[in-house]
């Protein structure tokens, strides 16, 4: 049992590989409705009249136990199991994410104002600060010929989907000669669809190769574990049913500055911030019990056990159960830097980290990533080559494109297909629909539309020659 539930762990961080999203992507001017993943801010001055976004996929994972070689995780005879590398510590962890972005779309209300409408289905979970020793016996059943004694200490795990429609508005708040400011909020009612979460206090496992008697003569292993164990979950969570039982809302805010010393709509310097999923999921009908696991359990009792639940119920004793804790959603606080170095060309730095501890019961906790990113950007193709330093997986180096309408990409590939010890990856790809603003209209600094900037412009509303400050000839 304990090896199914260890490796469902593994394999949900692997197949559901955000906001930890579209990395490089992001970075893109042309990014469009996707800016508003990382700051609001960005879908006001963009170069379209309207972006809409028909369906994107984005998947990541990172952990430090388990790693592989590509050409070797592909061959049919590999078992992951036992085949690769692993890396155990006396706290191990496991992190995955995926972010799909629904059909969403924003427009220009008017030349300083944009709003975008959104939706968004996500996966999240970690597992923190699980011994290695204990992650390794649990995925061999803990059948092993020797005996051995694991001081686990604390451990947190938590696993949450759910679905957001949202709302963003964004606007200029400063235009002044070389100097351009913009604020955007995002505002978003949270969907719940299965939560579940364990958090482990004192722990000790002390396994005894042959410490119990079978009626047949023979021997069996046995766990004697001291400690306390608290297990939430969602109502539906148990049977794999993911129907809407939870309802929240969160708020994502953003800035961004941008320093225009040519007195045009490109910069050369943009620095933004902002902080995304302030806010929680409260699941009804969701069940919490608490579990004194002071006990000594056999071998073959562990490999019976259907789940994590029917172990602790069948075998420890339960000190307490109520309600489930609001399910917090990772939030997050992130910096960035984009140098625009020579004409389509730019380098852009990136960080995310977390705002919400990894130890609290039941709340995601982001990646501390730190990216930089060097990119052509033109209207039709952007390119670019992300270089990260991901928690837990080290340096990723990634390659993507936007082609039009088509973007795909990985903050990873490019070290997934040189590394001989993978332990982190990402993927994502979709399809768009960009609408660009007609020849002058992408000039927000200019009301008129008289290619006179509206600090230079004597008459900001009202076109007029340059030859006369802007203003109509009388």
């Known amino acids: 049992m304990l090896k199914r539930l260890s490796l469902v762990l593994f394999i949900l961080g692997t197949f559901f590989c955000s906001a930890q999203s579209y990395i490089g992507f992001l970075s893109d001017n042309y990014s469009g409705v996707h800016g508003l993943i990382s700051n609001p801010a960005n879908i006001v001055d963009m170069p379209y009249r309207t972006d809409i976004n028909l369906a994107g996929f984005s998947g990541l994972v990172g952990n430090d136990y388990y790693g592989a070689k590509l050409s070797d995780a592909l061959k ?5 199991s036992e085949d690769a590398l ?4 006396d706290n191990n962890n496991i992190f995955g994410n995926v972010d799909v972005l629904g059909p969403s779309f924003s427009f220009n209300i008017d030349a300083k104002s944009a709003m975008a409408l959104f939706t968004r289905g996500r996966i ?13 016996n649990a995925t ?15 451990f947190y795990a938590q696993a949450n989907a759910w679905s957001e429609i949202g709302v963003s508005y964004a606007t200029i708040l400063m235009d002044a000669d070389a100097h351009f400011i913009k604020g955007g909020i995002s505002i978003k009612y949270l969907q719940g669809y299965a939560n579940g979460y364990a958090v482990g206090r004192n722990v000790t496992l002390d396994y005894d190769a042959d410490g119990i ?3 047949n003569g023979q021997t069996t292993g046995s766990v004697t574990s001291t400690g306390q164990i608290t297990y939430g979950y969602s109502s539906d969570f148990q049977d794999y049913e993911f129907e809407k039982t939870g309802s929240g809302f969160g708020i994502d805010i953003g800035g961004v500055y941008e320093w225009r010393p040519e007195n045009d709509r490109a910069y050369k310097m943009k620095l933004g911030v902002s902080i995304t999923d302030l806010g929680a999921i409260n699941y009804k009908d969701g069940l919490e019990k608490v579990y004194d696991i002071n006990n000594s359990v056999s071998q073959e009792d562990l490999d019976s056990a259907e ?30 830097a ?5 004409n389509k060309f730019y380098l852009n730095l990136n960080t995310d980290f977390p705002l919400t501890s990894k130890s609290k019961a039941n709340s995601g906790s982001v990646l501390n990533i730190v990216s930089l990113t060097p990119r052509y950007e033109s209207k039709w193709f952007s390119f670019y080559s992300p270089i990260s330093i991901l928690q837990y997986s080290g340096l990723q180096w990634g390659a993507g494109f936007r082609a039009g309408p088509l973007y795909i990409g990985s903050g990873s590939i490019l070290s997934v297909l040189v590394s001989d010890e993978i332990m982190g990856a990402d993927v994502y790809a979709g ?3 960009p609408l660009f603003k007609k020849r002058g209209e992408s000039k927000s600094n200019d009301t008129d539309n008289d290619g006179v900037i509206n600090s230079m412009d004597g008459c900001p509303t009202i076109p007029g020659p340059a030859s006369n400050d802007g203003c109509p000839v009388n």
């Open 124 to 136: 999240f979970f970690n597992v923190n600060e699980i011994n290695g020793k204990t992650f390794e």
């Open 213 to 215: 008697a079978l009626p």
């Open 86 to 89: 692993k890396s155990p510590s």
């Open 140 to 154: 061999n059943d803990f059948d092993e010929n020797e005996d051995y004694n694991i001081n686990e200490g604390d």
């Open 431 to 433: 399809l768009k629909l």
């Open 338 to 342: 984009d140098w625009n170095f020579n």
């Open 307 to 336: 789940g994590l639940e029917e172990l602790l119920d069948n075998y420890y004793t339960e000190i307490s159960s109520g309600a489930t804790q609001k399910a917090g959603l990772p939030t997050a606080v992130h910096f960035n």
């Open 76 to 80: 049919s005879d590999y078992d992951f």
